[in-house]
């Protein structure tokens, strides 16, 4: 009797110090600054860069002539990846843009605020 305790007493605390740890291990994730997570994004899974380049023409504007346009008309960058405002750049370029729309609708707030802050990061 004394054993199977001792046995069941030496689980719980194993199980318990390998759940702590692992609490702990995910808790030290570097966070990425608005600018870095809207890069991932442009380069990754947005998939932007196929299209837009920092200081070059494409297929779309660059980068720089978004944040350009957008910050001098003070026009609203996550309304027009929502499609949800008319585009301020290059509007013959706009039905090229709208297939991509279905990528960038799902995108979350904070995703979208990560773009608008690294397109205006061209600014500086």
């Known amino acids: 009797m004394k054993k199977a305790a001792l046995l069941i007493g030496l689980i719980l605390v194993i199980s318990c110090k390998k759940e702590s740890q692992e609490s702990f291990g995910k808790s030290t994730e ?3 600054t608005p600018e870095q997570l809207g890069k991932s994004i442009f380069e990754g899974k947005g998939n932007c860069v196929a299209c ?3 200081n070059q023409k494409i297929i779309g504007p660059s980068i720089h002539e978004i944040a350009t346009i957008y910050k001098a008309q003070n026009g609203n960058i996550i309304s027009f990846l929502k499609d949800d405002a008319k585009p301020l750049v290059d509007p013959t370029q706009y039905e090229v843009m709208k297939t991509n729309f279905a990528i960038t609708k799902t995108l979350s707030d904070e995703e979208l605020k990560g773009l608008e802050a690294y397109i205006y990061s061209y600014l500086k």
Request: no cysteine; charged share 0%; hydrophobic share 15%.
């Open 52 to 54: 837009h380049q920092p």
């Open 30 to 32: 570097v966070s990425q």
